[in-house]
Every structure is written in structure tokens, then in C-alpha cells.
């Protein structure tokens, strides 16, 4: 299992950023796939799953009606849309298969 995230940066609040993760070595469109976060100093935070098909997807109080994730099969490419982002969206993420998560990329939001 290969997970590979792309996209993070810095932005200013309320502006987008569109997380990619690249995902290898195993059957992607047979398993449903999360995101999760880890702010400085925080423990590890889940912020929105999707299912194998893409069909139903959930996603934590504190990014509902901000954050879209959506993956594509045909690409084995998972990712999250992040709007309106917010200063205490800045964190590590990563995108994870069960608990095997790859090395992330950076989300920093700040003026």
C-alpha cells in the first residue's frame, strides 16, 4: 500500500486549496478511504470519509459545508476540495486506508 498526498500550501483565510493523494498497491476502488489531520500539537483528527464507489460520503462538524471529497477509480486518486479555509484548518493531512496513512502534505492558513 502506497498513499502519496500533494496540493498543501499556504493561503489566506477563506481562500481553497485541493488536496490530491495518489494511492498504489492495492485494489483502490474496493476500498473506502478517509482524510484525516494532525494540527501542531493535537492528536489526530478524521475529517471526511468517502466509500469505494463515491457514492456516500461524511464528513466531521468542523469542516461540514466547506470540504468536498470525492475520488476518482479510473485515476486511483483521492481528494479533498477545501473552501472558506480557516486558521484552525492548518494541520498535516493525510489520507488513510484503514490505519495506513501516507506522509502528508502541509495546510497552513494564516494572513
Known amino acids: 500500500v502506497q498513499l502519496v498526498e500533494s496540493g498543501g500550501g499556504l493561503v489566506q483565510p477563506g481562500e481553497s486549496l485541493r488536496l490530491s493523494c495518489a494511492a498504489s498497491?492495492?485494489?483502490?476502488?474496493?476500498?473506502?478511504m478517509k482524510w484525516v489531520r494532525q494540527a501542531p500539537g493535537k492528536g489526530l483528527e478524521w475529517v471526511s470519509i468517502i466509500n469505494s464507489g463515491g457514492t456516500s460520503t461524511n464528513y466531521a462538524d468542523s469542516v461540514k459545508g466547506r470540504f468536498i471529497i470525492s475520488r476518482d477509480n479510473g485515476k486511483n486518486t483521492l481528494y479533498l476540495q477545501m473552501n472558506s479555509l480557516k486558521s484552525e484548518d492548518t494541520a498535516m493531512y493525510y489520507c488513510?486506508?484503514?490505519?495506513?496513512r501516507g506522509q502528508g502534505t502541509q495546510v497552513t492558513v494564516s494572513s
Open positions: 498497491g492495492f485494489t483502490f476502488s474496493n476500498y473506502g
Open positions: 488513510a486506508k484503514g490505519t495506513k
